[in-house]
């Protein structure tokens, strides 16, 4: 699957024009592993940062806002998550988001070919919509990622008790996967059907 040459339809989300640049530079610090991803749910070194001031301020209303990052090699769609909460998504080099829409599950299933690919040029930071479908950025052209992660405070913080919803995985997050994920081995809702997408 390719990428689109263009950014986030306004359906998703859409692109926040500030300047991140100190949210960048402690971002352009944190580890990329060598295989895999690294996922940070929240660093709090970010917290006296004038973009995440501004971002609790903007995005969350002061309502509690976590900064994390995700950081890796992923190229493939693997699972699809959602929040009820925004997420902003900041791309230190250029990358790629898979999304789909809450209308796209259909009997608490969706099919990968309603998954969209959308290119992120390296600053910008987008926001995507609550409920709007997600998981891990992807590569493009084979260059490993960094992307800064701002969502309400304890998402995914682990569940203190068993849900009776089967796709509530963590905290605030809702997982759908692809039976060839890692997720699906360890035990998470197999909702994906159709192909595990590929970014080349």
Same mark, same amino acid.
């Given at each position: ?20 640049? &100190? ?60 929040? @009820? ?66 969502? @309400?405070?304890?998402?995914?913080? &682990? ?24 997720? @699906? ?7 994906? &059907? ?7």
């Amino acid at each position: 699957m390719q990428a689109k040459s263009t950014s986030i339809d306004k359906e998703y989300g859409y692109v926040l024009d500030h300047d991140f640049s &100190d949210l960048i530079e402690y971002l352009e610090t944190t580890p990329i592993p060598e295989f895999g991803n690294v996922y940070v749910r929240d660093d709090e070194k970010m917290h006296d940062l004038p973009g995440f001031k501004f971002l609790n301020e903007k995005i969350f209303g002061f309502n509690g806002m976590e900064s994390g990052y995700c950081n890796g090699n992923n190229k493939r769609l693997n699972c699809l998550e959602f929040h @009820a909460c925004p997420e902003v998504d900041i791309a230190l080099v250029d990358l790629v988001l898979l999304l789909a829409l809450p209308s796209d599950i259909e009997n608490g299933r969706i099919h990968s070919r309603k998954v969209k690919a959308f290119h992120i040029k390296k600053g910008e930071a987008v926001v995507l919509y609550p409920y709007v479908l997600h998981f891990s950025p992807c590569m493009e052209n084979n260059v490993p990622f960094r992307c800064g992660i701002f969502l @309400a405070d304890g998402t995914n913080k &682990d569940l203190e008790e068993k849900p009776s919803n089967r796709l509530l995985w963590k905290q605030n997050k809702w997982l759908l996967a692809h039976k060839d994920s890692n997720q @699906a081995s360890l035990g998470a809702y197999i909702g994906i &059907d159709g192909e595990n997408i590929e970014i080349q």
